[in-house]
């Protein structure tokens, strides 16, 4: 089970930082995500990391956005910076398993870009 947390209204130009926990003692096995989809798009996938820690994002991200995971917390984050209008989107926290079958999403967070 994924939860996220951090969404919210931001100007832009603004930041915020969004987490997702999750539950089971598997975590260290899962490449975490995070996707987006705005009103009326497709869902896009914004960055990902492994359990070794390697990195892979969106081209639209461009430096802006910073994930991370903590495999003792159980959690992954993502940091992000010079939010845009178009940033506005639905987050999505995913865990996709590198040994077998298993793959979760979250429930979504609400992350509006407005001045």
């Known amino acids: 089970q994924l939860v996220e947390s951090g969404g919210g209204l931001v100007q832009p130009g603004g930041s915020l930082r969004l987490s997702c926990a999750a539950s089971?003692?598997?975590?260290?096995?899962?490449?975490m995500a995070w996707y987006r989809q705005a009103s009326g798009k497709e869902r896009e996938l914004v960055a990902t990391?492994?359990?070794?820690?390697?990195?892979n994002s969106g081209d639209f991200v461009k430096g802006r956005f910073t994930i991370s995971r903590d495999n003792d917390k159980t959690t992954v984050s993502l940091e992000m910076n010079s939010l845009q209008p178009e940033d506005t989107a639905v987050y999505y926290c995913?865990?996709?398993?590198?040994?077998?079958?298993?793959?979760?999403w979250g429930q979504g967070t609400q992350v509006t870009v407005s001045s």
């Open positions: 995913n865990g996709e398993s590198e040994v077998g079958p298993g793959n979760y």
């Open positions: 990391i492994t359990s070794g820690g390697r990195i």
């Open positions: 089971g003692s598997i975590f260290s096995v899962y490449t």
